[in-house]
């Protein structure tokens, strides 16, 4: 390694060390900055340097004197705020002296205006003191684990100016303000929106996780103050309103609280004021509003109101109890309504139920024709049950119009409102039979006043009725009965309209359920295709028919008819007829059997009277009586006992017909003596001197009406026959797919299938299971609690 050679003659240099520190003094630096911050709170930042205030900062900072800029920024912010709040928000202070809602509106407008002032100046400032003191939140704060300024000037504000008594006053005045509002006086929202703004952008630092000012001391307050509000507004909206008017006041109350937590609170109170709203107004009063007499739910319905009810539900659906109440309510209405229904068809058709058809009047007039006639019972009976149809209809038709357009087509509603139909329906024990004598009525020819479209619709609303029918193997017993006299007495309105029917019936039911009504169809087309023959052989024949007949061959199981033959002694003439029939029939079909059924014709004759003649349409049974007439003089008679004998029609019948024809409205036929009951004792002649103005004329139409007690208790009979081998019927079904299974699981199955027909009773299938095991279809196991098939 070489030295390096020391220059001869050289003197060395001590260099003295650099100098560290600022320029100027850090007092003189933190003066001057001081003077420009309280410049910058007096608002007059516009003279000032920027670049030279941010260059105070910033020595200050960076020769370690952020400490005492922190604290000395903070105790300016501090002092400036005591300014404001002396000068601007104190003078403010509510006097609490007068009661006047404008003067108390205007006082607390003024500290909410003062307050927000206060807030605006306090931010500007603040704002620009974060501009000015960038360096000093960049480095200092960080390092010494304080709050920017901005936000220790937040902080500042809330120790300052959110403390007592500012605070509280400020409170009380936007309570009072809000309150004014609810009394129906106008206020400066926007003047307290501007006030609630300030607390919702103030946080409460100590609290984990921060929460606003606005949410720590306004809300509580404000849900308070409603609480007590809208727990006193209930009771008196109630002792001063009727239901529809307490209704509308509620909506219009949570209209307004929405409105007010848009417009001058926060979204955020919206949810905690509405359920006070619900509890206090709604909840609180459920069952109040709607018993509320002459103007509660009962009162709406009656009155159409559908607005009020929408409201109602409306108001109803926000509270969790509203909807079961409201389905309560309407339940019970609903079945009260119908009990009504229920008792005035009762009370007029228990009374009527012994009647016959046709009520005679007293004496016979001269002429044979009827000035005046009572009431015909059975006719008053008959209207009574359209009429619980048609009520029951116009129930249905009011409650799904409000269903519809109040209760916005609620799913949960709709089954309340269809178990209530079901419940009051079922209870009237002959609602098959009047559904089934209501379609019948609207199926008949002769209808004035409905087109095709009409009974359609009135068929379509009457399906509706029969779908809340549990027994509708009864209606099924019923609209046999009276589709067959329809079909017999070619008083259908159409075909079509019939297969219609019987085409919404099957929808309903299955076809199991309407395969003898559409074999009673299929006899008719057949029975004509049949006429038509037996016609043609008799033209090509050249046989010469003094009567013309008309037959319908009915097939015995499709019919709801007596299968033996009702006793009658046809006269000569008919008996050459019919007979001419069998053979052809009988020549075209071997191996079947024709039962005449006389009881179900009817016929046309014309019968020559004193002064004209006179086109009658008569009942089978009645032609053979006139018949007899035929061979006597005009003033000798038959006795009643005569007739009974050569007719051999049964007594019951005979004494139908008598009456039909001499004691009737049209007297074909005179009984001596006069009066309104056929008895044994009885004669009758000819009356020919009858006139009428028309020239044909029906003669005891067979009408459809209701059953009376003796008749409804044979039909019973004979439905719980079938229900016996429907029942037994299902079992085996199920046990042969089964071939095991526990007793409850076989009452359940067999309850499940048969209730599309009729709803079974557990003790009857349990006898039906009995009656089984004893024929050896079923066996009962050891365990006692389950069944084996038998093959």
């Known amino acids: 390694m070489s030295a390096v050679p020391r220059m001869r003659g050289a003197k060395a240099r001590i260099k003295p060390a650099r100098k560290h520190g600022p320029d100027v003094s850090m007092d003189e630096t933190w003066a001057k900055l001081s003077r420009n911050i309280i410049e910058i709170q007096n608002h007059n930042a516009a003279n000032l340097s920027f670049e030279e205030n941010h260059r105070y900062a910033y020595n200050m900072v960076l020769y370690k004197n952020g ?48 307050l927000k002032k206060v807030w605006d100046d306090h931010t500007s400032s603040l704002s620009k003191l974060r501009d000015v003191l960038k360096y000093m939140d960049r480095v200092y704060t960080k390092g010494a684990g304080v709050p920017e300024i901005w936000e220790a000037g937040l902080h500042l504000f809330i120790s300052h100016i959110i403390t007592h008594p500012i605070e509280d006053h400020v409170i009380s005045a936007i309570l009072a303000l809000i309150q004014i509002e609810r009394d129906g006086y106008t206020i400066n929202r926007s003047s307290v929106k ?93 069952q109040t509003i709607i018993s509320m007499p002459n103007s509660g739910l009962d009162a709406m319905i009656d009155s159409d109101r559908i607005d009020d009810l929408a409201r109602m539900y409306r108001l109803f659906t926000k509270v969790g109890a509203g909807l079961p109440a409201l389905k309560r309510a309407l339940r019970e209405t609903i079945i009260r309504r119908g009990k009504q229904i229920n008792e005035a068809g009762a009370t007029g058709v228990d009374g009527a139920d012994s009647q016959e058809e046709d009520v005679p009047e007293p004496s016979a007039k001269a002429k044979g024709k009827a000035k005046a006639r009572p009431t015909n019972a059975a006719s008053q009976t008959l209207t009574l049950a359209l009429k619980w149809v048609q009520d029951v209809l116009d129930l249905k038709d009011k409650f799904d ?22 419940t009051f329906i079922n209870q009237n024990e002959k609602a098959p039979e ?22 359609d619709a009135v068929l379509d609303k009457t399906i509706t009725v029969f779908r809340f029918i549990t027994d509708k193997d009864v209606f099924e017993r019923y609209y ?12 259908s309105v159409s075909d079509d309209a019939e297969r219609g029917m019987l085409g919404k019936l099957k929808v309903e039911c299955g076809y199991q359920f309407t395969q003898k009504l559409e074999g009673m169809f299929h006899d008719m087309k057949l029975s004509a295709d049949t006429m038509e023959a037996y016609r043609d052989a008799l033209s090509k024949n050249s046989v010469a028919q003094n009567i013309d007949i008309s037959v319908t061959v009915m097939t015995s199981t499709f019919w709801p008819m007596s299968h033996t033959a009702v006793p009658c002694t046809f006269p000569e003439q008919l008996i050459k007829a019919y007979k001419s029939f069998e053979r052809f029939y009988l020549s075209r079909h071997s191996g079947r059997r024709l039962t005449w059924q006389p009881s179900l014709g009817n016929a046309d004759v014309r019968v020559q009277f004193k002064s004209r003649k006179h086109d009658l349409n008569v009942s089978t049974f009645a032609l053979v009586i006139l018949l ?43 009984k001596h003596p006069p009066g309104r009951d056929v008895n044994p004792t009885d004669s009758f002649s000819f009356n020919v001197d009858f006139s009428a103005p028309l020239q044909k004329i029906k003669i005891s139409t067979v009408a459809s009406r209701v059953e009376n007690t003796e008749e409804r208790k044979e039909t019973k009979d004979r439905i719980d026959e079938e229900r016996k081998h429907q029942t037994e019927a299902c079992i085996v079904r199920i046990m042969k797919d089964r071939k095991h299974m526990t007793h409850n699981d076989l009452i359940n199955e067999v309850t499940r299938q048969l209730a599309s027909r009729f709803q079974p009773n557990p003790l009857n299938i349990k006898k039906r299971i009995e009656g089984l095991i004893e024929r050896e279809y079923l066996e009962r196991c050891d365990d006692r609690k389950s069944y084996n098939y038998l093959a």
Not at 198 to 203: E, G, Y
Not at 244 to 258: A, M
Not at 481 to 490: D, I, P, S
């Open 67 to 114: 400490d005492k800029l922190y604290k000395g920024t903070k105790q300016l912010i501090a002092e400036n705020l005591d300014k404001l709040a002396k000068e601007y928000i104190i003078p403010t202070f509510p006097s609490n002296v007068s009661e006047d809602p404008m003067q108390k509106s205007q006082e607390g407008e003024m500290l909410l205006k003062a």
């Open 194 to 286: 501007g006030c609630i703004d300030v607390f919702l952008q103030l946080d409460d630092g100590s609290r984990q996780p921060p929460i606003s000012i606005y949410k720590r001391d306004i809300e509580p307050a404000v849900l308070r103050e409603s609480e007590a509000f809208y727990s006193a507004e209930g009771e008196r909206l109630l002792e001063t309103c009727d239901a529809p008017e307490y209704l509308r006041r509620v909506e219009g109350r949570f209209q307004e609280e929405e409105s007010r937590t848009h417009h001058i609170l926060s979204t955020l109170t919206m949810a905690s004021l509405r359920k006070i709203l619900e509890q206090h107004l709604v909840s609180a009063h459920l």
């Open 401 to 422: 119009k409000i269903w519809l357009k109040s209760f916005q087509s609620d799913r949960e509603l709709e089954s309340s409102l269809n178990e209530a139909f079901e």
């Open 434 to 455: 009047y559904i089934s004598l209501f379609i019948d009525e609207n199926l008949k020819k002769g209808l004035k006043g409905k087109s095709d479209t009409e009974v």
């Open 480 to 491: 046999k009965g009276h589709l067959a006299k329809r079909l017999l007495t070619g008083r």
């Open 628 to 670: 007899l007439f035929e061979d006597i003089l005009d003033d000798q008679f038959l006795t009643y006992e005569e007739i009974k004998s050569a007719t051999s029609i049964p007594e019951v019948d005979l004494k139908r017909q008598l009456q039909s024809l001499a004691c009737a409205k049209y007297k074909i036929l005179k």
